[in-house]
């Protein structure tokens, strides 16, 4: 590698060149190799969206076995926030394995799970008196948050809403809106789930208010407060389409919970740690929720998530009620306080503002019919996807560009119950200019669709 190409991230991570280089199509002949073997071993349920061989990862660019670079503008569905191998994150993660890998926390505890419990407890909205438990997933997590609701409250009904996701394990399932390819064919669901309509401006009309009004109303009248022990919600949807809700209808959710003995449930999984330009969402839309889920972004790419919340809440589940074997591993727990400490200490939350007004003035710019809304806070930007003469999604248009931009060396995500919503998820650790190329890019592939 020479020094001359090679450019140090912002943040650090390894010294990859930052740039696209392709030099075979997508997949190369070593990629697809894989790939084959892949389809022989591997259950045919377990996609891929880039049909490549991952080698190397750090700043903005992934690179594959046939010496591809390829821009990331996935950050590995929103977990590598901080940049692929945070150079903080390997250290403590070496530091750790070469120390102890396991001990089960339950068995024999160690000092930096109730470490990253402390900094949850103080990273997350609200100045109550707080509690966390650490689990190995998203979906995990939410299943203990709707555990600890259920005990809390002695009640059993949960609402989730339209256009939300939550996970894939049969709770997680249920909750989740979208039946392709989440749930499909997977049922019976768990029972006492219910759900609600969403704020979705560009396509309900409503103000936050009058989206509440009737968000509660289907509660009340399909559920009941006497029967309900939580809701449920991601304060800016994910997979459903970043779909940010109108002002004022979180903190009227949360005061008719407050107000009915429901727990208020923040699933901020997607949203959490610095990728709003906001530390949790939440903080955007000035609300405190009574718990709060977190994963992805919380340990540089580690599997971890969490449970945090109001002390009383937390402790309602009798001793050994909640836990795992795995839940809270030491090495996982010493990568999430290098992150935090890191989302702390870098400006990140500055960071993220910065990619939000590169992202958000490229698509604005584009003045494309096609480009119904462009929409989202920080490095969570969204742009969907219509046709211009009836509003109606365009999935078809959105799949193409997706996929001629993967074949030219940028890495995007689609999203949304319709599944026209393209979804940008860069990690904060991408160069501007590798930014921007990667926009230029899907301006490209837009332009020839
Ligand atoms: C990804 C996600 C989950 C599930 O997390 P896993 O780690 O994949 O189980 C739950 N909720 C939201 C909002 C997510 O984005």
Known sequence: MSTIDTVTTPLGGPSLPQERRLVTSIPGPRSQQLLDR?????????????????????????????????????????????????????????????????????????ESYVGVAEALNRVTPGDHVKKSALFNSGAEAVENAIKIARKYTKKQAVVAFDHGYHGRTNLTMALTAKAMPYKSGFGPFASEIYRAPLSYPYRDGLTGPEAAKKAISVIEKQVGADNLAAVIIEPIQGEGGFIVPAEGFLPALVEWCTANNVVFIADEIQTGFARTGEMFASDLFGITPDLITTAKGIAGGMPLAAVTGRAEIMDASHAGGLGGTYGGNPVACAAALAAIEAFETEDLLGRAREVEAILKSRLAG????????????????????????????????????????????????????????????????????????????????????
């Open 366 to 449: 584009l003045q494309d019919p096609r480009i119904g809304d462009v929409r989202g806070h920080g490095a969570m930007i969204a742009a969907e996807f219509v046709d211009p003469a009836t509003g109606e999604p365009d999935a078809a248009l959105t799949a193409a560009v997706a996929k001629a931009c993967i074949a030219e060396g940028v890495i995007v995500l689609t999203c949304g119950t319709y599944g026209n919503v393209i979804r940008f998820l860069p990690p904060l650790s991408i160069p501007d200019a590798l930014l921007h190329e990667g926009l230029d890019v899907v301006a490209a592939a837009l332009a020839a669709a």
């Open 38 to 110: 892949k389809a022989a071993a591997v259950a045919a349920g377990v996609g891929h969206t880039a049909p490549i061989e991952a080698v190397a990862a750090g700043g903005g660019v992934i690179l594959d076995a046939d010496g591809n670079s390829l821009i990331d503008l996935g950050s590995g569905i929103a977990v590598t926030t901080l940049g692929n191998a945070h150079p903080k994150v390997v250290a403590a993660v070496q530091a750790q394995v070469a120390q102890f890998t396991h001990t089960c926390f339950m068995i024999s505890p160690y």
